[in-house]
């Protein structure tokens, strides 16, 4: 992974306000290059005030490092995760951040052509560091922030960055924390009952198994769902994915500097390979075997209440599964995400299928995709480099897959343009487009 690099440097005396010239990169990407009206060339810095940063940050760490994306965010979330929210009547560089467990997604979206204003950011990306490096980074930066300052400002500034080492060195305290930005909340926002709640189902499962169902179903009730859905889970159908995992794993590991997806597919095809079926579609008895399950359990059924799908269990217990879908191709996609669950948890005793975008679910959900349409086996099928709409009906039905699983295939492999995926874009680097990119990073 490419490491952050925030530079801030104080602008010549005098100086009252405290502005500084900030420069933010990961790796080679410079997410603070821009154009400055009546300028010739670009610049890589933007001028901003160093103190209202330094209090954004500090106030909003736990959720910058913890708080994941999940659906369309809400006014909450935007103020804690988008740099534009700082305000005080700045320019400020248009990056979201956000946190995915090990690591911190970085989002930059470019200001339009003719766009008015005092400057016009340039750098589209979707750029990620690892948590650790993101910290490291973050703390340079508050320290620099201080010494930028306005006079006024550092004494105020040193005290919240006090409190927030602290919290953060006490695991208790910090172990708070992190719930409650999982949660969505600031600091102290969320009802003590539920943190007690989720404390309760952590000392049970891995936490990190707990928060990717909390993330999903955020709120006040999450643990309630949670905890009901365990219950429904643990009555469901008994499944065995270790041999399953012992295919998918029998390669040696990818480095992790590898994106999930890539893990995926190099999974789904070892897997594949494993059961001697590299292309052929696998139907429900064959995709059932590989979790020592029932066919029927694949085929459609009543959807169940639960907002997310569970593999629940581990290495030495009962394993069990929930799978909340009513078609039958949406149920095996969720049974294929499942088996992926498994492997990249290493079979941990709790595994949700959701529609967040965290690299578990991500990993699943390229995994569900190479399990049960790869890509060998679907463009020997279409045998053409322009598929109809009618092409694409034809292989979801082969393959029994939903349609849009088609499509994500051949545009993940560029054999089909992504505006085919239902969401035409008037620009190939706009907003949507990088929202898309963001979910599959």
Same mark, same amino acid.
């Given at each position: 992974?490419? =490491? ?21 990169? !990961? ?13 010739? +060339? ?25 708080? @994941?994306?999940?659906? !369309?965010? *809400? ?28 690591? %911190? ?8 052509? +003719?766009?008015?204003?005092?400057? #016009? ?7 990620? !560091? ?16 201080? *010494?930028?300052?306005?006079? =006024? ?11 927030? #080492?602290?919290?953060? /060195?006490?695991?208790?305290?910090? =172990? ?5 930005? %999982? ?34 179903a955020p709120g006040d009730d999450t643990a309630t769902t949670l905890s009901t859905s365990i219950n429904q889970a643990a009555s469901g159908a008994t499944v065995d994915f270790a041999t399953a995992v012992r295919l998918a794993t029998s390669n040696p590991a990818l480095p992790n500097r590898f994106e999930p997806w890539v893990m995926a597919e190099a999974a789904a095809n070892a897997l594949r390979?494993? %059961?001697?079926?590299?292309?052929? @579609? ?11 399950? /029932? ?41 294929? #995400? ?9 079979? *941990? ?8 975008? =965290? ?46 699983? %088609?499509? *994500? ?10 505006? #085919? ?21």
């Amino acid at each position: 992974m490419n =490491t952050l690099q925030l530079v801030l440097r104080p602008c010549p005396q005098p100086n009252p306000d405290g502005i500084a010239e900030f420069e933010m990169a !990961v790796g080679t990407t410079l997410l603070t290059r821009l154009i400055r009206p009546k300028t010739n +060339g670009t610049v890589n810095s933007v001028r901003i005030p160093a103190a209202p940063m330094g209090f954004w940050i500090a106030d909003n760490w736990w959720r910058l490092r913890w708080e @994941p994306k999940s659906g !369309v965010p *809400s006014d909450s979330w935007r103020m804690a995760h988008e740099m534009n929210a700082i305000g005080h009547g700045h320019a400020w560089p248009p990056v979201t951040i956000w946190g995915d467990r090990d690591r %911190v997604m970085l989002v930059s979206r470019a200001d339009p052509s +003719g766009t008015a204003g005092p400057v #016009r950011f340039l750098a589209n990306a979707v750029t990620f !560091v690892p948590g650790s490096d993101f910290e490291a980074a973050m703390d340079q930066l508050l320290e620099e922030t201080v *010494s930028a300052a306005p006079t =006024t400002d550092q004494i105020a500034l040193k005290a919240v960055m006090e409190a927030l #080492r602290l919290e953060r /060195s006490n695991p208790e305290h910090a =172990t708070w924390r992190r719930i409650e930005a %999982v949660c969505g909340y600031g600091p102290d926002e969320a009802p003590e009952t539920l943190i007690t709640q989720i404390l309760d189902l952590e000392a049970q499962y891995a936490p990190a198994d707990v928060e990717e169902a909390v993330a999903a179903a955020p709120g006040d009730d999450t643990a309630t769902t949670l905890s009901t859905s365990i219950n429904q889970a643990a009555s469901g159908a008994t499944v065995d994915f270790a041999t399953a995992v012992r295919l998918a794993t029998s390669n040696p590991a990818l480095p992790n500097r590898f994106e999930p997806w890539v893990m995926a597919e190099a999974a789904a095809n070892a897997l594949r390979q494993g %059961v001697g079926q590299p292309t052929r @579609p696998l139907l429900n008895a064959r995709l059932a075997e590989l979790g020592g399950i /029932s066919a029927r359990h694949l085929g459609n059924h009543q959807p169940a209440g639960s907002p997310y799908a569970i593999r629940l269990g581990g290495k030495d217990r009962r394993q069990t599964i929930l799978l909340t879908a009513r078609w039958s191709h949406d149920r095996r996609f969720q049974f294929a #995400r499942a088996i992926g669950d498994a492997i990249w948890s290493n079979n *941990s005793s709790l595994g949700t299928i959701s529609s967040i975008a =965290t690299s578990r679910q991500k990993f699943q959900r390229a995994f569900a995709a190479a399990l049960l349409c790869p890509e060998s086996g679907l463009t020997e099928f279409l045998d053409t480099t322009n598929p109809t709409d009618s092409d694409i009906t034809e292989a979801a039905r082969r393959f029994h897959v939903n349609e849009k699983t %088609v499509r *994500s295939v051949l545009v993940n492999k560029h054999l089909m343009e992504r505006r #085919r995926l239902g969401e035409p874009l008037s620009d190939p680097l706009d907003s949507s487009r990088l929202e898309e990119l963001a979910d599959a990073a």
